[in-house]
């Protein structure tokens, strides 16, 4: 009865999705809904440069795992919400995205070009402290962009959602740390 139990209680603990969590005085709920669908926060993490924090992040899916391909390959809600802990002018944001674009995207780059030019188009000059960006993909629909305070666009297409979690979760991240803390795996 006491293994059942252990047993039990055990498999509970594994599968449980990461709850509410605090990161740098940003707190992020252990859920958020999306057309209708509940999601699970799958993890958060810190960017930092230097000394300075830039941003936090929290990964929202519909299916929480700490494998960055799964992740990638599953067609399904997703929601990046960055929380702004600096001033971050366009240029800042839009060079970094890039940049982690070229070195995951690869050869499907020329493709995504068009799509990126019009993400980049929704970043407003100036991306305050305290303001979010936040990033939703739903399939069919596309990702769609929204900054806290400004405008909101949709991107079409599922290679362009996955070019742009490939940013934080692919084979070159812009940071490891923030990768792992994405995939729920700083604990």
Same mark, same amino acid.
């Given at each position: 009865?006491? &293994?059942?139990?252990?047993?039990?209680?055990?498999?509970?603990?594994?599968?449980?999705?990461?709850?509410?969590?605090?990161?740098?005085?940003?707190?992020?709920?252990?859920?958020?809904?999306?057309?209708? &669908?509940?999601?699970?926060?799958?993890?958060?993490?810190?960017?930092?440069?230097?000394?300075?924090?830039?941003?936090?992040?929290?990964?929202?899916?519909?299916?929480?795992?700490?494998?960055?391909?799964?992740?990638?390959?599953?067609?399904?809600? &997703?929601?990046?919400?960055?929380?702004?802990?600096?001033?971050?002018? &366009?240029? /800042?944001?839009?060079?970094?995205?890039?940049?982690?674009?070229?070195?995951?995207?690869?050869?499907?780059?020329?493709?995504?070009?068009?799509?990126?030019?019009?993400?980049?188009?929704?970043?407003?000059?100036?991306?305050?402290?305290? /303001?979010?960006?936040?990033?939703?993909?739903?399939?069919?629909?596309?990702?769609?962009? /929204?900054?806290?305070?400004? /405008?909101?666009?949709?991107?079409?297409?599922?290679?362009?959602?996955?070019?742009?979690?490939?940013?934080?979760?692919?084979?070159?991240?812009?940071?490891?740390?923030?990768?792992?803390?994405?995939?729920?795996?700083?604990?």
């Amino acid at each position: 009865m006491k &293994k059942t139990l252990t047993a039990v209680l055990l498999s509970l603990t594994l599968a449980a999705p990461v709850m509410a969590k605090d990161i740098a005085g940003v707190k992020y709920p252990d859920t958020a809904t999306v057309n209708g &669908k509940e999601l699970k926060l799958n993890g958060v993490g810190l960017r930092k440069k230097a000394i300075f924090k830039v941003y936090t992040v929290g990964l929202y899916v519909e299916t929480p795992t700490k494998d960055a391909t799964a992740l990638l390959n599953a067609d399904e809600i &997703k929601r990046v919400r960055m929380y702004m802990k600096r001033d971050l002018k &366009k240029e /800042q944001i839009t060079e970094a995205i890039e940049n982690g674009f070229k070195k995951n995207a690869g050869a499907n780059l020329p493709k995504l070009q068009d799509r990126l030019n019009t993400f980049k188009s929704a970043i407003p000059a100036e991306v305050k402290e305290g /303001q979010e960006l936040i990033l939703t993909y739903v399939p069919g629909k596309g990702t769609n962009v /929204q900054v806290s305070g400004g /405008q909101s666009i949709d991107v079409e297409g599922k290679d362009f959602a996955d070019a742009l979690l490939s940013v934080w979760l692919g084979k070159d991240p812009v940071d490891d740390g923030l990768k792992d803390g994405m995939l729920g795996k700083e604990d």
